[in-house]
T-cell receptor, first 113, second 112 residues
């Protein structure tokens, strides 16, 4: 059963805490992406990765960090420097950066306590 | 500055009618444009892709047009059904950045 998974579905963060969102894909895709979605708005790109051990900042990278140690995995850390982290986070993958269609995971909703 | 605009945040139509959603863009030269469907609390799902050299593409009850002169794409759902109710996002290939950029979406409600 191929696809892209995200965990957890809901995540609660305390003030000053770093939290990590998981994203895994078994589609053998090279490119992976992280987006943030606020209510009633579109997707804003946080980070993307074209290949293992390489990633690029998107439009709103401040307060976030990523790693790409394995092709299948692209975790996102929301650091304490991100002052307004409450949002819906979506991970996506595509065959490569030139391959057009992106496949999205089910999302993680991050809430601040 | 670059901008992607999708028509009104919400569109309400009666079942059986044709829904038409608009995606306008400025300061992009996309090689292709995509439409995605997003249901509440879920990730977007790819629907259709249309390239710059294509005027129209169809898939079942869906039709997309792409006018690079007007810098506009139209997305049509014919014989609409309540199950078509969702948010529809357009996405442009931002070739300068090597990635796609999404519009804010239009929420379609089809009433029985």
């Amino acid at each position: 059963d191929g696809g892209i998974t995200q965990s957890p579905k809901y995540l609660f963060r305390k003030e000053g805490q770093n939290v990590t969102l998981s994203c895994e894909q078994n589609l053998n895709h090279d490119a992976m992406y992280w987006y943030r979605q606020d209510p009633g708005q579109g997707l804003r790109l946080i980070y993307y990765s074209q290949i293992v051990n390489d990633f690029q900042k998107g439009d709103i990278a401040e307060g976030y960090s990523v790693s790409r140690e394995k092709k299948e995995s692209f975790p996102l850390t929301v650091t304490s420097a991100q002052k307004n982290p409450t949002a819906f986070y979506l991970c996506a993958s595509s065959r490569d950066l030139d391959q057009e269609t992106q496949y999205f995971g089910p999302g993680t909703r991050l809430l601040v306590l | 500055s670059q901008k992607i605009e999708q028509n009104s945040e919400a569109l309400n139509i009666q079942e059986g009618k044709t829904a038409t959603l608009t995606c306008n863009y400025t300061n992009y030269s996309p090689a292709y444009l995509q439409w995605y469907r997003q249901d509440p609390g879920r990730g977007p799902v790819f629907l259709l892709l249309i390239r710059e050299n294509e005027k129209e593409k169809r898939k079942e009850r869906l039709k997309v047009t792409f006018d690079t002169t007007l810098k506009q794409s139209l997305f049509h759902i014919t014989a609409s059904q309540p199950a078509d109710s969702a948010t529809y996002l357009c996405a442009l290939d931002d070739t300068n950045a090597g990635k796609s950029t999404f519009g804010d979406g239009t929420t379609l409600t089809v009433k029985p």
